[in-house]
């Protein structure tokens, strides 16, 4: 077996390589020191950073689109037709109508049925022959306000000419759709009246007459 000790090549050869193995040792021990020092700075950085956060979550009420109504559709253009059979100018025909064949216009009002209520001065007011009670016995209660038991009164406007005929008549204030308005009317052309007078001589006039209506 050699002596390495008294062979100083080989001996400085084993010195310099236990050195380059010292050396890395001691250099893989200083970057593991360094990386567990630089791990632990990290760490408490990131527990001196921590920062506690609160989250409040509010509710977003749901809003509502508005229906806008559609655009107006735009005017339609007229377009120049391909047709080549079709001319370019074109006539049209007068037409021609006939004034014959149109049906005749509608007769013209009854100026009395339209007469409009004027005042007249009287001196004697007109009166049904037999008195009010008269008008109260030729009233006929219609049964759909019996049924429902309609009561009150109905006003009507009556017009009376010189021969005591009501000749027109208008309701003033009505019981509502239910006959009554008919039946006054009826009661008060069923009567016959005396007219009014002005000076002993007899007008036309108008002459506001309530008939009631009470169930018995």
């Known amino acids: 077996m050699m002596d390495f000790r008294k062979n100083p090549a080989v001996s400085l ?10 050396g890395l040792v001691i250099c893989l021990a200083i970057l593991v020191g360094l990386f ?11 527990v001196q950073d921590r920062i506690d956060l609160t989250f409040e979550v509010e509710e ?3 809003t509502e689109q508005e229906k806008r109504p559609p655009a107006p559709q735009r005017p339609s253009v007229p377009i120049e037709s391909e047709d080549e059979d079709i001319p370019e100018d074109v006539t049209i025909e007068m037409t021609e109508i006939n004034l014959a064949e149109l049906p005749p216009p509608p007769p013209p009002p009854d100026d009395e049925a339209d007469e409009t209520p004027i005042f007249v001065a ?3 007011a007109p009166q049904p022959i037999g008195g009010f009670a008269a008008i109260q016995e ?9 049924k429902a038991g309609v009561e009150g009164r109905v006003y009507v406007n009556v017009l009376i000419d010189e021969q005591g005929n009501v000749i027109n ?19 008060i052309r069923a009567v016959k009246w005396k007219p009014a ?5 007899p007008v036309k006039v108008w ?10």
Do not use: H, M, W
């Open 13 to 22: 050869k084993l010195k310099y390589r236990r050195n380059i193995e010292l």
């Open 36 to 46: 567990q020092a630089s791990k632990r700075a990290d760490r408490e950085i990131e």
């Open 60 to 62: 977003i009420p749901q």
């Open 122 to 124: 009287y001196d004697e």
């Open 138 to 146: 030729k009233l006929v209660y219609p049964e759909i306000a019996r």
């Open 169 to 187: 008549t208008k309701i003033l204030k009505s019981l509502g759709n239910n006959g009554c308005d008919e039946a006054a009317v009826s009661a």
């Open 197 to 201: 007078k002005q000076r002993d001589k």
């Open 207 to 216: 002459v506001g007459i309530p008939v009631v209506f009470k169930l018995k």
